[in-house]
């Protein structure tokens, strides 16, 4: 009978497509969540195999991808940042895919097992997703702080695929509607209690 | 039936009939307890007076060095401003812009809007105030700066062996800028701004 709008919080009636206040689509389009996805995790794998970061020290250049730079914090004894780096940038984004492309065919297909568990992991998508900038933002702040002729850090390739990888994901992530999910399998929750 | 009076919770969809609360009362989903409001009886001056202080504070956090790095006689200093300009002349055009954008112009943009959008709130002037909440909403989830903080944070410690690093007047106030904006943006739910123009 009513349905609330994601981004206002307004009551609206069901059946209506924009929201009475801020008339924003009340229902959202699963198909092009999945194609951003997709394409986000088409640039996902370029961006571990391309260095994400190069480091010049007195002429000397090294270059890191994601998993390097992980590697490195570790055998330095930097395991809380190690594992922070880790988990913002491969676990949270590996997860995320799973996620949304477990989401989706859900929707498409009618899965209503586990609904509530469903749920949560959207919102776990919601929540941490734009947090795998964070290495992205990494190399930007030592670019910024390290630049003379004899010691700089410089973005690399690696870093830029990243970044679309994140921004396809979290595209998608705002495209993604489990309500419809939810109208499907009968937990059209004002309905149903 | 006036939707403006039914609030549906957001965590089971189940529709209440909203009231008018008392100071300390809170509003809980009658299924599941899940927040459904609580009063914010001065939200509007709130906004004017942090969003105000905040946009001064950005300012600083922007033209003032967020560090000092001194690395066997190489002395380096981060401004925010500086990164992105490196970065765009290294040719990393997409990355500096984005950076631009998300950490610089879209929370200054959301600083000013915020303002204005409580101004007209406060002569009533909500007609006005409801299109630029419009701008404010879509904005506020590309706003990165606490992430942003964050890989300061962790870049610190990835050079803090080093050499010494020093935090100079821009981290305080960028410092002081995250905070409001966690109060502003992710403490208050956008509804309670949305709620003011309901008109």
Redesign the interface.
């Known amino acids: ?4 709008c994601n ?7 069901a059946f209506k497509n924009r929201c ?4 924003v689509k009340l229902n959202s389009n699963n198909l092009l969540a999945f194609s951003l996805a997709f394409c986000g995790f088409v640039f996902y794998i370029p961006a571990n195999l391309f260095p994400i970061i190069e480091t010049n020290k007195f002429f000397i250049n090294y270059t890191n991808t994601i998993i390097d730079g992980i590697l490195v ?1 570790w055998e ?1 004894g ?1 395991y809380p ?1 190690a594992v ?2 880790f988990i913002a940038s491969v676990l949270i984004p590996v997860l995320k895919f799973i996620i949304i492309f477990y989401l989706v065919y859900s929707i498409k297909f009618r899965k209503c097992k586990n609904f509530r568990f469903k749920e949560k992991l959207y919102k776990f998508i919601s929540v941490t997703g ?2 795998s ?2 290495d ?3 190399v ?9 002729e ?2 700089f850090v ?2 690399r390739e690696g ?2 695929f990243f ?2 990888m994140v ?1 396809f994901t979290v595209l998608s992530v ?1 495209n993604l509607d489990l309500d419809e999910l ?1 109208e499907k399998c009968g937990y ?3 309905k149903n ?1 | 039936m006036d ?2 009076n ?5 965590k ?4 209440h009939k909203k009231r008018k609360l008392l100071k300390n009362e809170i509003a809980k989903c009658q ?1 599941c307890e899940n927040i459904l409001y609580r009063p914010f009886p001065a939200l509007k001056y709130i906004l004017f007076s942090y969003s105000f202080s905040a946009f001064i504070f950005f300012v600083l956090a922007n033209l003032y060095p967020i ?1 000092h ?1 001194d ?1 066997a006689g ?1 002395k ?5 401003l ?3 300009f ?2 765009y002349n ?1 040719g ?1 055009v ?2 500096s812009l ?2 631009l954008f998300t ?1 610089v112009i879209f929370p200054l943009a959301l600083l000013i809007l915020t303002f204005v959008f409580s101004f007209f709130v406060i002569i009533d002037f909500k007609r006005l105030a409801k299109k630029i ?2 701008f404010i ?1 879509v904005l506020k ?1 590309f706003v ?1 700066i606490d ?2 903080f ?3 944070l ?2 610190l ?3 803090f ?1 080093y050499g010494e690093i020093m935090i100079d007047i821009g981290m305080i106030s960028y410092v002081v800028v995250l905070l409001i904006f966690i109060y502003l943006y992710r403490y208050i ?3 309670y701004y ?1 709620e003011m123009v ?1 008109v």
């Open positions: 009978m009513f349905k609330r981004r206002c919080g307004a009551t609206n009636l009475r206040r801020c008339n914090l330095k930097d940042i922070i780096v734009h947090w900038l964070l992205v933002f990494v930007v702040v030592l670019s910024g702080l390290i630049h003379s004899s010691i410089r973005p870093a830029l970044l679309i921004i705002m939810g059209s929750r004002s209690r | 939707l403006k039914i609030i549906v919770c957001s089971c969809n189940t529709p299924v560090i790095l690395v190489y380096g200093e981060f401004r925010i500086e990164a992105i490196y970065i290294q990393y997409f990355l984005f950076t950490i909440l419009i909403t989830e990165y992430i942003f964050v890989a300061i962790v870049s410690v990835k050079v062996e739910d956008i509804y949305w309901d």
